[in-house]
């Protein structure tokens, strides 16, 4: 454990920004996992929608730096292309 005050207060620190990046990472799994069950379903409407929240929630993680940026623009397009998919299947 720290022993300097600078340090007491660097870990304090570093142990809520782990437990609000590991919130954020949740919410972004749990909007993944919605556009996915939306997809396994083939409802388009639903899918579309649970693909413009899952992009909100995806953005944001990216720009509080819960999550990388490319890997949450990797993630939006694949989602899109496999919501966009689904048109081309019916």
């Known amino acids: 454990?720290?022993?300097?005050?600078?340090?007491l207060k660097r870990h304090k620190q570093n142990l809520q920004r782990a437990s609000r990046n590991r919130a954020a990472?949740?919410?972004?799994?749990n909007a993944v996992k919605e556009v996915r069950a939306a997809l396994q379903s083939n409802?388009?409407?639903q899918a579309?929608?649970?693909?413009?929240a899952a992009t909100s929630v995806l953005s944001k993680a990216a720009?509080?730096?819960a999550l990388h940026w490319k890997k949450a623009a990797?993630?939006?397009s694949r989602l899109a292309r496999a919501v966009n998919g689904?048109?081309?299947a019916e």
Do not use: F, P, Q, W
């Open 48 to 52: 579309g929608e649970a693909l413009v």
């Open 1 to 7: 454990m720290a022993n300097h005050k600078s340090a």
């Open 86 to 88: 689904l048109d081309a």
């Open 63 to 65: 720009g509080k730096g």
């Open 25 to 29: 990472r949740t919410r972004v799994k």
């Open 74 to 76: 990797r993630k939006i």
């Open 43 to 45: 409802d388009k409407a």
